[in-house]
């Protein structure tokens, strides 16, 4: 079993739609959680950065973290044509460690 | 204008040869990583570095080196040894510890793509 487990996709959902991507992880040490997102042949770009439980919000972006259930989802409201990429959600367990472990990605496409 | 660079960005070899990919960084970032990525599998970590002349094996190292003589540059050669290294490479930065920015975060270089011919 991986550490992280990501649904690959892909995802499809119309303009304006809410969208919710989600990872599960196993290691109960991991801490820190990230949301990157990946453009077709670019690097990924840092979206969200959450410690521990709890809930992050940035713009039409919402981080939400369940330490309990380890489990942590990325919301986007008003889905937007440009939001179509690859989300990346990554994890480290110790401040400093510096090692993330990455899930697989999810492709999103937003139908205009 | 601050951020991570990689050269080339597309990159063909020839089976036996060895290749070296370019990645700087002007972020004053003391950590960089060297990163695998092939459909379906996510990010692999192939070497990481925290700091000048210091640098680790990641998951993945095997058919590959690093150095790091300077603090804002860590090349990644791709050897003859490994086996199946048509894949997009990318590297990151991060700092260490508390910081500007958030501990932990790493940035992204636009990535190279090496394919074997």
């Known amino acids: 079993q991986k550490e992280v487990e990501q649904d690959p996709g892909p995802l499809s959902v119309p303009e304006g739609a809410i969208v919710s991507l989600n990872c599960t992880y196993s290691?109960?040490?991991?801490?820190?959680f990230m949301w990157y997102r990946q453009y077709s042949r670019k690097g990924p770009e840092l979206l969200m950065y959450?410690?521990?439980?709890g809930n992050k919000e940035d713009g039409r972006f919402t981080a939400q973290v369940d330490k309990s259930s380890k489990y942590i989802s990325l919301f986007i409201r008003d889905s937007q044509p440009s939001d179509s990429a690859t989300y990346l959600c990554?994890?480290?367990?110790?401040?400093?460690?510096?090692?993330?472990?990455f899930g697989t990605g999810t492709r999103l496409t937003i139908i205009p | 204008d601050g951020g991570i660079t990689q050269s080339p960005k597309y990159l063909f070899r020839k089976e036996g040869q060895n290749v070296t990919l370019s990645c700087e960084q002007n972020?004053?970032?003391?950590?960089m990583y060297w990163y695998r990525q092939d459909p379906g599998q996510g990010l692999r970590l192939i070497y990481y570095?925290?700091?000048?002349?210091?640098?680790q094996k990641g998951d993945i190292a095997e058919g590959y080196s690093v150095s790091r003589e300077k603090k804002e540059s860590f090349p990644l050669t791709v050897t003859s040894a490994q086996k199946n290294p048509t894949a997009f490479y990318l590297c990151?930065?991060?700092?260490?510890?508390f910081g500007a920015g958030d501990p932990d975060t790493q940035y992204f270089g636009p990535g190279t793509r090496l394919t074997v011919l």
């Open positions: 972020l004053n970032h003391d950590a």
């Open positions: 959450t410690y521990s439980s």
């Open positions: 990554a994890m480290s367990a110790i401040l400093g460690n510096e090692k993330l472990t």
């Open positions: 990151a930065s991060s700092i260490i510890g």
């Open positions: 570095s925290q700091i000048v002349n210091d640098f």
């Open positions: 290691n109960s040490a991991f801490q820190y």
